[in-house]
């Protein structure tokens, strides 16, 4: 996955107030490069016993991923502002009211990464010990890991973490059951229950802004002639903090049905879920 955006020429973005609405003029925008890349490997595996203690079909599968993201940027800086502010450092989006400057946003070009390591486990069993009656029961185990390696700034080469930095690790297992029994016997109708627990995606963007590698950025306030008047709401991302002990989400489910075919083609079913 690679995502390109990029500004339309080499001009700061200008923002003109004059008229109250923002208009965007010289330039919309900063290059950005966006890259994410993945090694996946996803295999399973099924084998059928017919004669122990009824019919049983086993399955069993595992799934490895690495990912990593990198993010790299470039503002186009206006000439008026060259040398002013800190290595690194660059002034855009100049607000302004027909030439007379308010405001401009001032920011770190970054280059940054990420890594994250997924892998998971599972074994299932569809055990008939009759023809009217089936159980079903798995197991699944997930393992989920997301750092930041060593870094460095984009263009002072400053240190930013010689050691890579761990900011999430998980260990989850989800247990399954289920039952299907046809109480008849003609294969036409189907009383089925089902227990299993599911996990929810850990979002990432928790630590999209807390890499240490992210950008710092400020605004300063511009006085007639340019120069800097003073700088407010300062944007650091050691300011950020994600709880080292976060776990994903998940939601235990518990649903009783039962089905009945009416006529050949077309049923009748009842369902019972709750989720907690």
């Known amino acids: 996955f690679h995502q390109y955006l990029l500004a339309k020429n080499e001009e700061a973005p200008w923002i003109n107030y004059a008229t109250g609405l923002g208009i965007v003029e010289r330039n919309a925008g900063s290059d950005w490069w966006l890259r994410r890349k993945r090694?996946?490997?996803n295999?399973?595996?099924?084998?059928?016993?017919?004669?122990?203690?009824?019919t049983h079909e086993f399955k069993a599968g595992f799934g490895f991923e690495y990912a990593w993201h990198t993010q790299d940027s470039f503002y186009y800086q206006d000439p008026v502002f060259?040398?002013?502010?800190?290595?690194?450092?660059?002034?855009?989006?100049?607000?302004?009211?027909?030439?007379?400057?308010?405001?401009?946003?001032?920011?770190?070009?970054?280059?940054k990464r990420s890594n994250l390591i997924q892998t998971g486990f599972f074994v299932q069993d569809a055990w008939s010990?009759?023809?009217n009656f089936t159980i079903n029961f798995g197991l699944r185990y997930d393992y989920s890991r997301h750092w930041y390696p060593p870094q460095e700034k984009k263009y002072t080469g400053e240190i930013v973490n010689s050691e890579s930095i761990v900011t999430f690790t998980?260990?989850?297992?989800?247990?399954?059951?289920g039952i299907n029994f046809d109480?008849?016997?003609d294969g036409k109708t189907v009383f089925k229950t089902h227990y299993g627990r599911y996990y929810a995606p850990v979002n990432l963007l928790n630590f999209w802004w807390g890499n240490p590698a992210m950008r710092r950025s400020f605004w300063a306030n511009l006085n007639p002639d340019w120069t800097v008047n003073y700088t407010a709401w300062h944007?650091?991302?050691?300011?950020?903090?994600?709880?080292?002990?976060i776990i994903p989400g998940y939601a235990d489910e518990i649903n009783f049905g039962i089905e009945r075919e009416i006529i050949e083609d077309l049923s009748l079913s009842v369902t019972f879920i709750a989720k907690w």
Request: charged letters at 25%.
């Open 39 to 41: 090694f996946q490997v």
């Open 43 to 54: 295999q399973d595996a099924t084998f059928f016993v017919d004669d122990w203690m009824g």
């Open 82 to 111: 060259e040398g002013v502010f800190p290595a690194g450092y660059k002034a855009v989006d100049i607000e302004h009211s027909d030439g007379f400057p308010y405001w401009v946003w001032v920011g770190e070009e970054i280059k």
């Open 129 to 131: 010990p009759s023809k």
């Open 170 to 177: 998980s260990h989850t297992i989800s247990p399954r059951l």
């Open 183 to 185: 109480p008849v016997g």
């Open 235 to 245: 944007s650091d991302p050691s300011a950020i903090d994600v709880d080292a002990n």
